[in-house]
């Protein structure tokens, strides 16, 4: 284990590299494009045994991917934003496909208007297209996402896709501290790759074939289960994760100060790091406030969020993106799961952070003191008139 000053995008690099993939797929992209960079060099130097693939497109960098995965290759691939969404007709191949490829994308804003800075509408765009999605909060998360992605992506009750998510430039191009594993740290807790879902020419088999309305609810069905066998196997991941690194998560969610809080922020990506240092301003005045962030969005937390979230009075649902006509997407799943769980409370939605807009900690004060009107409701935070 060595100590290295990195970026987000480098440290998910540095993941990547300690998983070993056998095909690396890529078409650079801002801000996705360092993380792709760094893995050309490290194969050109031979620091990586892979095959590096630069295509003409993103929609061809997935295309590439799934073809590996289906002769049984650990793949990689990685995009961002319009590139995200140029895939979009493959992600759902993948999905329904069972191949378990990991991808990083820097979250980024998506046109018009034409806009190169982080928010999250890329994703969440795509949050049903049948892959897992997890959001890192700092570089060091960013890293260990990379090595355990593999691991809960190729775990055969799973058997699902993984798109990685990091908020660009204020994660991809932040630099931080961020402890790296040695490769023999990190062949002892990645199992090589194995799987009977492939191509053979000993064990001839059909795949990717049609399912008609006789069969395909089933394929769906199944699909289903295996990102809900996520949750599960996610905590024997990071159990095991912690046996190798010494490094604890907390699962499917990471809650700050919600104990005893009556209100809540609900968050995701980077922007809970600001939310807990304006949870610690407010509560050394005696506000019993707290913050929760969503670490992964599919599959869904509902009975951890609903745990968390059962003694306020109020929760807010803080996030960088808009459902436009109707309102955030991560908040339609909080009320969603809330509703489902038979917990009712006030809601209330904040739209912020679009194109990359700052959030400063004044504005997060703001949202607390708003939640104390214990009304639910959908708010633009720091519009300009």
């Not at 804003?109 to 890192?136: C, E, F, K, M, V």
């Not at 006030?346 to 679009?354: D, E, H, K, M």
């Not at 104390?372 to 720091?382: M, T």
Request: aromatic residues 10%; hydrophobic residues 40%.
């Amino acid at each position: 284990m060595t100590k290295e000053f990195l970026s987000g995008n480098e440290a998910f690099a540095y993941g990547v590299k300690l998983s070993k993939p056998h095909v690396i797929s890529a078409y650079p992209i801002t801000p996705q494009t360092t993380v792709v960079e760094k893995l050309a060099t490290l194969v050109e130097r031979g620091e990586l045994k892979a095959d590096f693939i630069h295509v003409e497109s993103e929609h061809s960098a997935l295309s590439a991917a799934i073809g590996a995965s289906a002769v049984g290759a650990r793949t990689f691939t990685a995009t961002s934003s319009q590139g995200l969404l140029y895939m979009a007709e493959c992600l759902p191949y993948a999905a329904g496909g069972r191949f378990p490829i990991v991808m990083m994308n820097a979250n980024r804003s998506t046109a018009l208007p034409w806009n190169i800075y982080g928010d999250q509408r890329d994703s969440l765009t795509l949050l049903d297209s049948g892959w897992i999605q997890s959001y890192a909060k700092d570089a060091q998360e960013a890293l260990d996402l990379a090595l355990m992605s593999f691991y809960i992506a190729e775990e055969k009750r799973v058997a699902t896709p993984v798109m990685v998510n990091l908020d660009g430039f204020t994660l991809t191009h932040t630099y931080e501290a961020v402890e790296v594993p040695s490769d023999e740290q990190a062949e002892g807790f990645l199992p090589d790759y194995e799987t009977d879902n492939k191509l053979s020419l000993e064990e001839p088999k059909n795949m990717a074939f049609t399912a008609g309305p006789d069969t395909n609810t089933e394929f769906k069905y199944k699909e289903h289960l295996g990102v809900l066998a996520a949750g599960d196997v996610i905590t024997e991941c990071e159990r095991r994760f912690e046996q190798f690194f010494k490094r604890q998560y907390t699962g499917l969610i990471e809650e700050y100060r919600t104990g005893d809080a009556e209100y809540i922020v609900v968050t995701l990506g980077t922007l809970y790091k600001s939310v807990c240092e304006c949870v610690d301003k407010l509560r050394a005045q005696g506000q019993k406030v707290g913050c929760l962030r969503l670490r992964y969005l599919r599959p869904f937390p509902h009975v951890q969020l609903t745990a968390a979230l059962k003694g306020a009075k109020a929760a807010g649902v803080l996030e960088k993106d808009i459902s436009f006509g109707n309102e955030g997407t991560v908040y339609t799943n909080v009320c969603s799961s809330l509703q489902h769980q038979g917990l009712s409370l006030p809601c209330s939605n904040y739209i912020a952070g679009l194109g990359g807009r700052d959030v400063p900690l004044s504005d997060i004060e703001e949202i607390f003191g708003d939640l104390k009107k214990e009304q639910s409701g959908i708010r633009f935070v720091g519009l300009e008139e």
